[in-house]
């Protein structure tokens, strides 16, 4: 079982507001990096460090984090942001990384 | 802009090694982590281990044993062999470079490894 734990499936309305949580005693420590997926693609790296985005990522995603847990936060939300999302950090040693096991999000 | 591809066998036979090459383009191999992550259909991703460009490595205890990871700078590629392969280990096989330790800013496209026989 992974360290890092997320909800199996969020949803939002679309233009909407969502949080998707990722709970892990090491996230107390080190931050969270976001990832979002849609079928058949390769991982996107969306939210890195403090709340940091690559270049490109749109600015309605958003990081925070508090005590075990870190958030993406999606201001509103749009149809394309429907996919699955992962965290990662690391784990109990601090010397291997781990995944939480994803958020399948629907815009409705 | 710096693009990672994954190559090798599609099809690996129960008990036997699983050879993959990422080959880095658009930049150099150097001052990065370079990390093996996987995931079997239908779930979530796994990370394999990593290699610093230095030849520093580290591994998922999970697959410790079984995993080799290795960098050749001349080529700008990254290896990995997974011995002792077997169902399980039925995935999508990305590389992907490292932002820091922690973080994975560049992904490849990633290659399907079947194992059976």
């Known amino acids: 079982s992974s360290e890092l734990t997320q909800d199996p499936a969020v949803s939002v309305a679309l233009g909407q507001t969502v949080r998707i949580t990722c709970q892990g005693d090491t996230l107390r420590t080190y931050y969270a990096s976001w990832y979002q997926q849609s079928p058949g693609q390769a991982p996107l790296l969306v939210i890195y460090g403090k709340n940091n985005r690559p270049s490109g990522i749109p600015d309605r995603f958003s990081g925070s984090r508090s005590g075990n847990t870190a958030s993406l936060t999606i201001t509103g939300a749009q149809a394309d942001d429907e996919a699955d999302y992962y965290c990662n950090s690391r784990d109990s040693s601090a010397n291997h990384l781990v995944f939480g096991g994803g958020t399948k999000l629907t815009v409705l | 802009q710096v693009q990672l591809q994954e190559s090798g066998p599609g099809l690996v036979k ?95 496209q990633g290659t399907m490894v079947t194992v059976s026989s």
């Open chain 2, 14 to 108: 129960p008990s036997e090694t699983l050879s993959l090459t990422c080959t880095v383009s658009g930049g150099s191999i150097s001052s990065f982590y370079w990390s093996w992550i996987r995931q079997p259909p239908g779930k979530g991703l796994e990370w394999i281990g990593y290699i610093y460009y230095s030849g520093n490595t580290n591994s998922n205890p999970s697959l410790k044993s079984r995993v080799t990871i290795a960098v050749d700078t001349s080529k700008n590629q990254v290896s990995l062999n997974l011995i002792s392969m077997t169902a399980a280990d039925t995935a999508v096989y990305y590389c992907a470079r490292g932002l820091g330790f922690d973080a994975f800013d560049i992904w490849g």
